[in-house]
C-alpha cells in the first residue's frame, strides 16, 4: 500500500472516530501483501496486571499528599483479563510484561505492605513461584504486585499455546520493560522494613532471558530473521523493503526496553527499543504522541513506533480521547491502552477497535 492509500486508512478512520461509531468491532482490511510497517494494531499496557485490593488502595490513599501528582494511587487501578483471552475476544496484537531479575529466586516472595494492613494477608503458597530463581513479573513489588502471571515463563508459555493454535494470526508485538528499581532502591528506612533493591540487568541475564525466549516462543521472529542476510535491520529495510503482513502471520516479535537494555546483544532473538539513528533499531517507543508528532510522521517508513492512548487512569476518568485522536493522526502502528473493554468503576471510556489489525 503505498503513502496515498495509507492516508485513506487513517482518513477513514478519523472520520469514524469523529462520528463517535464506537460500537462497531470492526478491524481494518490490511491485504497480506502490505509491507508490515503499513498495519495498526491495538496493544495492551501492562498486560499482566490485576488492580491492589481495596484494602491496598485504601491504606496507600492515605500518603497520596505525599506522593505528588504524577504519582497519585489512583493511577494504579486497573486489570487487565488473561493473556489468551486479550489475544482471542479483544483483538490485542501488543502486549507489555514488566520483568525483575532475580537470579537466586524469593527476592519479591514477601509482600511488605501487608505487614502494614489490617486483616490482609496473602495465602503465600499462591506465590511459591516467586520463591524460585527466574524472571518475575511484578508491577511494583510489595506494593502493585497482583498479576495474572507471577514469571515471564509462564506469560510466554500461555502466549505461545495460543499463537501456535492461532496459525494466521497478526503478528504479536511483545514489549519487555526490564525494571531497574523498586521501593528498597528509593530510601534506606524502607530497606529495614523489608523492601527489597532491584538486581541489575547485565549482559549474562539478558542472554538468559534471550534463551528462554527462544524456548518458550516457537513462533519467535529474531533479529537474524528479520536481517535477510544484511549486515543491519534498517539495511535489510533499505535493501528489501520491509517484511509483508503475510509473512510476518503467526509470528511474535519481542522488543526489550527499559534498564540495561543497552547490554542485550543486536543479533540475539529479540528486537530492541532504541534510536533513530541506530542501524540496528526498527522500533521506536513514544509513550506521548503530543511530544513525537514530527518525529513520529518522518519515522515511521523506516521503523514501527509505538505509542499510549491513555495513561494512569487520567483519561478514561475524564472520558478523553485527545491522545487516541493524536496517535491515529501521527500514524503510529502500535496503540497501547488499558481500556480495549469499558471499566465501570471507572466509566464509559473504551478505545473502539475499528481502524486496526484483526486476526
Same mark, same amino acid.
Given at each position: *500500500?503505498?503513502s496515498?492509500?495509507m492516508? %485513506?486508512?487513517f482518513?477513514?478512520?478519523?472520520?469514524? !472516530?469523529?462520528?463517535?461509531?464506537?460500537? %462497531?468491532?470492526?478491524?481494518q482490511?490490511?491485504?497480506?501483501?502490505?509491507p508490515m510497517?503499513?498495519?495498526r494494531?491495538?496493544?495492551?499496557?501492562?498486560s499482566?496486571?490485576?488492580?491492589?485490593t481495596?484494602?491496598?488502595?485504601?491504606f496507600?490513599?492515605?500518603?497520596?499528599?505525599?506522593l505528588?501528582?504524577?504519582?497519585?494511587?489512583?493511577?494504579?487501578?486497573?486489570?487487565?483479563?488473561?493473556?489468551?483471552?486479550?489475544?482471542?475476544?479483544?483483538?490485542?496484537?501488543?502486549l507489555?510484561?514488566?520483568?525483575?531479575?532475580?537470579?537466586?529466586?524469593?527476592?519479591y516472595?514477601?509482600?511488605?505492605?501487608?505487614?502494614?494492613i489490617?486483616?490482609?494477608?496473602?495465602?503465600?503458597?499462591?506465590y511459591?513461584k516467586?520463591?524460585?530463581?527466574g524472571?518475575?513479573?511484578?508491577?511494583i513489588?510489595?506494593?502493585?504486585?497482583?498479576?495474572?502471571?507471577?514469571?515471564?515463563?509462564?506469560?510466554?508459555e500461555e502466549?505461545?499455546?495460543?499463537?501456535?493454535?492461532?496459525?494466521t494470526?497478526?503478528?504479536?508485538?511483545?514489549?519487555?520493560e526490564?525494571k531497574?528499581?523498586a521501593?528498597?532502591d528509593?530510601?534506606?528506612?524502607?530497606?529495614? !522494613?523489608g523492601?527489597?533493591?532491584?538486581?541489575? !540487568?547485565?549482559?549474562?541475564?539478558?542472554?538468559? *532471558?534471550?534463551?528462554?525466549?527462544?524456548?518458550?516462543?516457537?513462533?519467535?521472529?529474531?533479529?537474524t530473521?528479520?536481517? %535477510?542476510?544484511?549486515k543491519?535491520?534498517?539495511?535489510?529495510?533499505?535493501?528489501?523493503?520491509?517484511?509483508?503482513? /503475510?509473512?510476518?502471520?503467526?509470528?511474535?516479535f519481542?522488543?526489550?526496553? /527499559?534498564?540495561?537494555?543497552?547490554?542485550?546483544p543486536?543479533n540475539?532473538g529479540?528486537?530492541?527499543?532504541?534510536?533513530?539513528?541506530?542501524?540496528?533499531c526498527?522500533?521506536?517507543?513514544?509513550?506521548?504522541?503530543?511530544q513525537?508528532?514530527?518525529?513520529t510522521k518522518?519515522?515511521?517508513?523506516?521503523?514501527?513506533?509505538?505509542?499510549?492512548?491513555? %495513561?494512569?487512569?487520567?483519561?478514561?476518568?475524564?472520558?478523553?480521547?485527545?491522545?487516541?485522536?493524536?496517535?491515529?493522526?501521527?500514524?503510529?502502528?502500535?496503540?497501547?491502552?488499558?481500556?480495549?473493554?469499558?471499566?465501570?468503576?471507572?466509566?464509559p471510556?473504551?478505545?473502539? !477497535?475499528?481502524g486496526?489489525?484483526?486476526n
Open positions: *500500500m503505498g496515498g492509500s492516508a %485513506a486508512c482518513y477513514k478512520s478519523l472520520t469514524l !472516530f469523529g462520528l463517535f461509531v464506537f460500537s %462497531a468491532v470492526t478491524a482490511e490490511f491485504p497480506d501483501s502490505i510497517n503499513e498495519i494494531v491495538l496493544a495492551s499496557h501492562n499482566y496486571k490485576i488492580q491492589p481495596p484494602r491496598t488502595m485504601k496507600i490513599n492515605r500518603f497520596k499528599s505525599l505528588g501528582e504524577e504519582n497519585q494511587p489512583f493511577q494504579l487501578f486497573y486489570s487487565h483479563v488473561p493473556i489468551s483471552e486479550q489475544l482471542s475476544t479483544y483483538h490485542i496484537r501488543g507489555e510484561l514488566d520483568v525483575y531479575n532475580d537470579p537466586k529466586g524469593g527476592r516472595f514477601k509482600h511488605r505492605l501487608n505487614f502494614f489490617p486483616k490482609q494477608r496473602v495465602r503465600e503458597e499462591k511459591t516467586l520463591k524460585e530463581p524472571f518475575k513479573i511484578i508491577h513489588p510489595d506494593i502493585d504486585y497482583q498479576t495474572n502471571y507471577l514469571t515471564l515463563a509462564d506469560a510466554l502466549l505461545n499455546t495460543w499463537s501456535l493454535s492461532n496459525p494470526h497478526a503478528p504479536i508485538f511483545v514489549n519487555i526490564l531497574g528499581s521501593l528498597g528509593e530510601a534506606g528506612i524502607l530497606r529495614l !522494613f523492601y527489597k533493591k532491584a538486581i541489575p !540487568f547485565d549482559r549474562i541475564s539478558l542472554m538468559q *532471558m534471550d534463551s528462554l525466549l527462544k524456548e518458550k516462543l516457537s513462533t519467535l521472529y529474531t533479529t530473521e528479520f536481517r %535477510a542476510n544484511e543491519t535491520l534498517q539495511s535489510r529495510i533499505k535493501n528489501q523493503g520491509w517484511p509483508t503482513l /503475510g509473512a510476518v502471520r503467526g509470528r511474535i519481542v522488543i526489550i526496553q /527499559g534498564s540495561g537494555a543497552q547490554h542485550y543486536s540475539a529479540a528486537f530492541v527499543y532504541g534510536n533513530p539513528e541506530n542501524p540496528n526498527i522500533f521506536l517507543l513514544y509513550d506521548d504522541p503530543f513525537c508528532e514530527e518525529l518522518q519515522m515511521r517508513m523506516t521503523h514501527i513506533i509505538r505509542t499510549r492512548t491513555d %495513561a494512569g487512569t487520567i483519561e478514561a476518568r475524564a472520558n478523553d480521547y485527545s491522545r487516541l485522536k493524536k496517535s491515529l493522526e501521527i500514524g503510529a502502528q502500535i496503540l497501547s491502552t488499558d481500556y480495549y473493554k469499558k471499566d465501570p468503576n471507572i466509566g471510556f473504551v478505545i473502539p !477497535f475499528e486496526f489489525l484483526g
